[in-house]
């Protein structure tokens, strides 16, 4: 089960807690929501067309309804695995990662929500971006692409940046998004669930993370 294996890694995690600061009045409303979602208590079948709901009203107005929006800094879901998703509401519920609204919401969350949300995202097909203005630049694309290969980035995300399981799908995500995360995995203020990324990252230079993460955005993947 998903579940008991994170709750093992879970116990491996050895950083310390990093408190939040204090919700917006945005989160803040959308958590009474969450809450309301748990006190509904349903079987599996009729929950997941709660969860359906519970994403329109409280998630989409930052994910959008279909997964992807184009609010700045927000990661699309769409096409997104639902043990990855787990593992990343648990870390924000934990306070192991960090966001303002995302912690203030996943402080809401039973277990069974965190279930219940990630299955729902996992549902969601992938939503292709909107066409650039202009098409990637060719020569960018490539070096990129070099880097991608050269520090075995396909190697877990796969040569389509698809992802699988805890494994992230990439390929499409938002370039200012990744670059943020890439970021974040380096500096360590993105711990994440496993030390996969701080690893993969480790002989990376950061000079060269705007150029991966202009690569893995405009990757469109199969
Ligand atoms: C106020 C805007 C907002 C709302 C509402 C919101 N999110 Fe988020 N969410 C974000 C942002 C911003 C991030 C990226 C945080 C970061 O940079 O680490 C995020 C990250 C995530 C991630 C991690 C994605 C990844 O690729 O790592 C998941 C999963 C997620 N949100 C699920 C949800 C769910 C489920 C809900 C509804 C219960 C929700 N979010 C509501 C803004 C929001
Ligand atoms: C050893 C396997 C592995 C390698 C190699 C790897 N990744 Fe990852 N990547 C992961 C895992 C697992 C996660 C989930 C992070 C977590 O929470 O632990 C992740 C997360 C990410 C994320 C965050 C996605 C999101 O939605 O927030 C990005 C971006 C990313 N990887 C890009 C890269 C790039 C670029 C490279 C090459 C420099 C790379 N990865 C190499 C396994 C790997």
Known sequence: MAWRRLAAAAALLSLGLVAGPP??????????????ASAAGTSAA???AVYAE???????????ADGRSDMAGTP???GQHSLYA?????LFREGRRNNEAMVALAKQMKDADLRGFSDYIGTLPPVPAPAPAAPP???????????????KCVFCHGADLAGGQGVPRIGGQKEDYVLGTLQGFKSGTRPGY???MTEALSQVPEKDLPLLAYFVANSTGK
């Open 54 to 64: 519970r994403f329109r009203t409280v998630c989409a107005a930052c994910h959008g």
């Open 76 to 78: 699309v879901l769409a």
């Open 137 to 151: 630049d060719a020569a960018r694309m490539s070096q990129g692409q070099a880097l991608a290969r050269e520090h």
């Open 46 to 48: 009729a929950g997941a």
């Open 194 to 196: 496993t030390r996969a």
């Open 23 to 36: 919700a917006s009045a945005q989160a803040g409303k959308a958590a009474a929501r969450v809450s309301a």
């Open 86 to 90: 787990i593992t990343q509401l648990f």
